[in-house]
């Protein structure tokens, strides 16, 4: 059963997984029965949009913009951290969403002037987040104090030098009363901190204490005594410093995460401070980037959830390491290990584990069979000549050991049909993939570029859910037929084999999902037009694809196309400029950019053209990126004529009206029901 034909029910569970951003803009516009259910308020009572940093800045994020609020009626968190959002943009998500509990403003630098009367009003308001965005002085202080007699948890970052001693009588009451989230200052401002009145406040009420993450110019030389006293501290984190030693410690009972990271002297501590291993609360440790030769016993550290240990000068790890029965992550990247130890496989708990950039030339065979929830193992970049046969039983989702000197895939990979979604075998020395290969029911990225391979299995016919293949700079001179059985594949790289002539990749043309395929440009010699007549098979427009999509819904159809044009009218100017300065980095990123918004709307033959514009913006071939901008122009005219007519023809288009058909860098005349299918 195709996956449009669940119930919306079991297409509502699926969706509340995927970030907020892609729904509204992508899921979407796949289809009617998707758009209903994706424009479901309840899918959105966590709206969390800090990924996006162009968020309110520009046309596509208002576009994302409003269509986040015709959805958040129903919202109680959202999380607007380091976007662009200003006042007007922050005013109506207050008006909207009259049910918010938590709200994230944290490094908000568009908001200038903070309404507070207007957050007030949201009723449900439990904790605001105001951290960088709101500094507190002895002037603007008293602004806090009615969420504060409401039981509101604010977060904010104080302003140290603008807060006088002599001033402190209404600023010590008021800041008495505030549980701060998170304090972030730079390392010159430690010393100051540390001695300022209000530190005592801080002592009772600081959970977050970041030092240097934002400022680095001043490395920390060291942390004051002091420090033992922020009794409710759960989080500390200290980055750029000249630290050797640490102060004691024990006294912050509630302290489960800590990071120390990016050393700058050659001083620092070369095995962890006695210290934190006496911290036995800690739940996530990170020590990457300072200069760890030993390690010390982890038996005290037993709830250790994440441990971070890269970028150091280890060459081996403890024995003892096996005790830490709930560590999920482990990351030992960019060191100098040659081994494993025995004790990795006591890890049963482990989700992610993480070696790559060493110089680790064997594991254990039987390594997985003792890591049963294991999903992402990083190996990449090592010594290593084979894959443990244990893969056969393991759970792993994610397998990334590109870079080796690997020469054999185990014949039972895939006999047991496990887990595997990407595959990532690149740069080895692999000659043959194991028919069994086809066992990976699940897998869609395939990666297995520069390696020696001569031939593929016809099984791999059978791997259903391929969406990527990447084969280049192997020894293949023909594909088996059956690649063309792969329904769901989108990406083929084929560049650096042997294939003898463009004829011999004619099974091409059977790949209905295939929106990018790259081959050597000697192959396109002769075949100016579209890669000659074995890829002008490609449709102009695939009417039905759009049909599928819309499913009769003619208030959707209208918004996709005018969405279409928005974006590709934006994106084909920028193009084009991109060309005149001969910018090929931007020529290849905006022809990648315009094909994947071709995808929805059933433009295939101009996908194509744009899979071709990139691949000759890598090579520096302006001739053949400006001709085939030409053909894009060319292509777009008689998309826009053809969807413009779908509109016509049910009296929806106001020709007179709307910007699209008035402006931009292609102009038309329209005349209705002409045939343009020549």
């Known amino acids: 059963m195709h996956i449009s034909f669940l119930p919306n029910e079991i297409m509502f569970e699926v969706f509340s997984y995927l970030e907020h951003s892609f729904i509204l803009t992508s899921v979407s516009n796949v289809c009617s029965t998707w758009r209903r259910v994706s424009q479901d308020p309840l899918l959105f009572t966590d709206i969390n949009f800090s990924l996006h940093d162009d968020f309110g800045s520009n046309q596509h994020s208002d576009f994302l913009f409003k269509k986040m609020i015709a959805v958040s009626s129903f919202a109680r968190k959202i999380n607007l951290s380091k976007t662009t959002i200003n006042d007007s943009g922050l005013n109506i998500i207050i008006s909207q969403c009259q049910h918010l509990e938590h709200l994230d403003l944290s490094f908000c630098s568009s908001i200038k002037n903070m309404n507070f009367d207007h957050l007030f009003s949201l009723p449900s308001l439990q904790t605001l987040n105001l951290l960088d965005t709101f500094k507190v002085t002895d002037h603007n202080i008293s602004q806090l104090s009615p969420f504060l007699d409401r039981g509101i948890k604010l977060g904010a970052s104080v302003e ?104 700058r002297s050659n001083s620092s501590f070369s095995t962890i401070p006695p210290q934190i291993m006496q911290l036995h609360h800690l739940r996530s440790l990170n020590l990457c980037w300072n200069r760890l030769e030993h390690l010390p016993s982890f038996e005290k550290l037993t709830s250790l959830t994440r441990l971070n240990l890269s970028n150091n000068f280890l060459e081996e790890l403890p024995s003892d390491l096996g005790h830490l029965k709930l560590l999920r992550k482990l990351n030992v990247a960019e060191n100098r290990l040659t081994s494993l130890p025995c004790s990795l496989n006591s890890l049963s708990s482990l989700r992610t584990l993480t070696i790559s950039h060493n110089m680790i030339s064997n594991i254990p065979d039987d390594l997985f069979c003792h890591l049963p929830f294991l999903h992402t193992f990083d190996a990449q970049h090592n010594l290593l000549s084979y894959i443990p046969s244990s893969v056969a039983d393991s759970s792993i989702k994610h397998l990334i050991m590109n870079n080796n000197m690997i020469r054999l895939v185990p014949d039972c990979i895939g006999s047991k049909g496990n887990s595997i979604i990407k595959l990532f075998l690149h740069d080895n020395k692999i000659s043959s993939l194991p028919r069994c290969l086809s066992g990976l029911s699940n897998l869609n990225h395939l990666s297995m570029s520069n390696n020696f391979l001569l031939r593929l299995p016809a099984t791999i016919s059978q791997l259903s859910s391929l969406d990527t293949l990447l084969l280049c700079n192997n020894k293949l001179n023909e594909l088996p037929s059956s690649v063309s059985l792969l329904s769901q594949l989108q990406r083929l790289e084929l560049q650096g084999n042997s294939f003898p002539s463009l004829e011999s990749l004619v099974f091409i043309q059977s790949l209905k999902s295939l929106k990018s395929v790259k081959f050597d440009e000697h192959l396109q010699e002769g075949h100016s037009e579209l890669c000659a007549c074995k890829f002008c098979l490609f449709s102009r427009f695939d009417e039905s694809h759009f049909d599928e999509i819309v499913s009769g819904d003619v208030e959707f159809e209208e918004e996709l196309i005018h969405l279409f044009f928005n974006c590709t009218e934006t994106e084909l100017q920028s193009l084009n400029k991109a060309l005149e300065e001969r910018h090929y980095d931007n020529i290849f990123f905006l022809s990648h950019k315009i094909e994947g918004a071709l995808s929805n709307i059933g433009a295939v033959k101009m996908g194509f053209l744009c899979t071709l514009l990139g691949q000759n913006a890598r090579a520096n071939n302006i001739s053949a990126c400006e001709e085939l901008f030409c053909r894009l122009e060319v292509e777009y005219k008689h998309i826009k004529y053809v969807l413009f007519n779908r509109l016509y023809n049910t009296g929806r288009a106001k020709l007179s009206t709307h910007s699209c058909w008035q402006s931009g860098p292609i102009k038309i005349n329209l005349v209705k029901n002409t045939n343009l299918n020549t």
């Open 160 to 263: 140290l030098s603008s807060i006088k001693p002599l001033d402190l009588s209404d600023a010590l009451n008021t800041a008495s009363k505030i549980t701060f989230l998170g304090l972030h200052i730079s390392n010159n401002c430690v010393n100051d901190f540390f001695s300022h009145p209000l530190f005592h406040i801080f002592c009772s009420t600081l959970v977050q204490f970041d030092i240097g993450t934002k400022f680095s110019s001043a490395p920390l030389q060291h942390l004051p005594e002091s420090i033992n006293q922020l009794s409710s501290l759960s989080s500390l984190s200290i980055s750029s410093h000249n630290l050797s030693q640490l102060p004691d410690l024990t006294n912050l009972k509630q302290l489960t995460s800590l990071s120390i990271s990016r050393s």
